[in-house]
């Protein structure tokens, strides 16, 4: 076992002063090679402009979301917010090391010290400070695991806004705190599907027995915004602006290695939508197009690989179609995954600046299981001392992947610990009573949910 220099072991917490947190997010658009092909109306099939996503968004997160400008100021109004858990500390995970016997550096940037106790409110409060910009008096949304509808219900509380949160079902019931928190922050939380729309019924008529889906949940959630005058949309992942919100993560990670002295030669996150990842990605990656050796590995689960098992397509982003149609890797709008407890990895398609960067060959995604996730999850505690999600597992199993590939090559390796686990403590329980298995999602099955893509 290798022992820690004293210089070392000084540096395994770094933390930015509040003075040096960045003032403005960095925007990959326009640095991605062969750019983004347009989202397209479904009716026409041609490019959608902003006005028509207008009834759902307010103009502010539009003109974000198809913005070519790389720097975009951060308002003192969300700064003031952001500021209450950032700079968010990156850490030397030196014990972890000990334990693999590896001789690669491997550090997280911790974002489960936000209030909610993940990255999500890096965008929730942006988009609510947006939409009070703009005179909205309530915002909708879906959540899968309950992060993200944790993060928009502290946004809304921040700036007086009304919130409704659609929470897949499964997670619903499986993650009861996480509703415990949304309501503490003053949401109404409903399960999804419901009876309280149109679609939710349609689909309850069809499978009264659905685990739920974030398609599903996404779809009830923009029928409520569209129903209401006084009332937008606020999506946790995927879309430009949620990409260019989480940003500050990696822009942070890059002062904070420059303090270590340090770079890391591979980047790692895991992937639902793909916000968490790509935050901490996206600031090195024009690094990466002017030469510099580095690899940015994103982790998926194996019960729903999109980025491995999906189509490079355009598609909804809903179940019910009523989104505009992305082009991004997709299982299909129909797609239905398996109740596993990364319930926020359990979406069918991938942001379409990771998707982009997939085909360009910059990201390499790696499909997971279940077990040997939450086994690395049991690891990183026990050495670490935090309990990290279970979406997080998933990034922590990349990392040590990484270290053990070649445990006596030095390297430095960086990942994202998008959120602790403390509020997802019954899936542990059920870990550690064998209750848990890996899943793979047959491939008949993803077949026939591709069958159902647009035709463009």
């Known amino acids: 076992m290798r022992r820690q220099t004293t210089g070392e072991q000084a540096l395994k917490k770094i933390i930015l002063r509040d003075d040096e947190m960045p003032t403005q997010w960095y925007n990959v658009v326009p640095d991605l090679p062969g750019g983004l092909r347009p989202p397209l109306d479904p009716a026409t099939k041609e490019p959608m402009g902003p006005d028509k996503l207008a009834a759902i968004f307010p103009m502010g997160l539009l003109e974000q979301e198809m913005s070519d400008r790389r720097f975009i100021d951060i308002p003192p109004e969300v700064l003031d917010i952001l500021k209450i858990w950032r700079p968010s500390p990156l850490v030397r995970a030196t014990a972890l090391e000990q334990a693999l016997g590896t001789k690669a ?13 993940s990255h999500k409110p890096n965008s929730a409060v942006a988009q609510a400070y947006y939409n009070k910009r703009e005179g909205v008096k309530r915002m909708t949304t879906e959540t899968g695991a309950g992060q993200w509808g944790s993060a928009l219900s502290l946004a809304t509380n921040k700036f007086g806004l009304e919130c ?25 939380v409903i399960a999804s599907p419901s009876d309280q729309t149109a679609s939710g019924r349609a689909i309850l008529a069809s499978f009264p027995d659905t685990p739920g889906s974030l398609g599903m949940a996404i779809s009830e959630a923009i029928e409520d915004a569209a129903s209401r005058e006084d009332t937008k949309y606020g999506l946790g992942s995927v879309l430009n602006h949620v990409v260019l919100h989480q940003s500050i993560i990696g822009l942070e990670a890059k002062k904070q290695l420059a303090i ?17 990842f790509a935050g901490l990605a996206v600031p090195f990656i024009p690094d990466y197009l002017d030469g510099k050796k580095i690899r940015f590995v994103g982790t998926e689960p194996s019960s729903c690989p999109s980025m491995t098992a999906g189509a490079l397509a355009y598609d909804f982003g809903d179940t019910a179609q009523t989104t505009p149609l992305l082009y991004m890797h997709t299982l299909g709008h129909d797609f239905v995954p398996p109740g596993i407890h990364a319930g926020g990895l359990r979406y069918h398609g991938m942001a379409p600046i990771v998707s982009a960067m997939i085909s360009q060959k910059i990201v390499e995604p790696l499909r997971l299981h279940q077990l040997e996730c939450f086994e690395a999850g049991v690891l990183f505690a026990r050495t670490e001392g935090i309990i990290p999600a279970p979406e997080t597992c998933h990034a922590i199993r990349g990392a040590i992947i990484e270290a053990l590939r070649e445990p006596e090559k030095p390297q430095t390796i960086l990942f994202n610990f998008s959120g602790h686990g403390l509020i997802d403590m019954a899936a542990y329980d059920r870990y550690f009573a064998g209750e848990l298995h890996d899943y793979d999602y047959p491939e008949e099955q993803i077949a026939a949910s591709l069958a159902g893509l647009p035709q463009i």
Request: with cysteine.
């Open 105 to 117: 550096k491997i550090y997280f940037k911790n974002e489960g010290v936000s209030p909610v106790g």
């Open 260 to 276: 270590a002295g340090d770079y890391p030669d591979v980047v790692i996150g895991c992937c639902g939508g793909g916000s968490n």
């Open 164 to 188: 409704t949160v659609y929470m897949v079902r499964i997670s619903f019931e499986q993650k009861p705190y996480r509703k415990s928190v949304m309501q503490t922050f003053g949401a109404e």
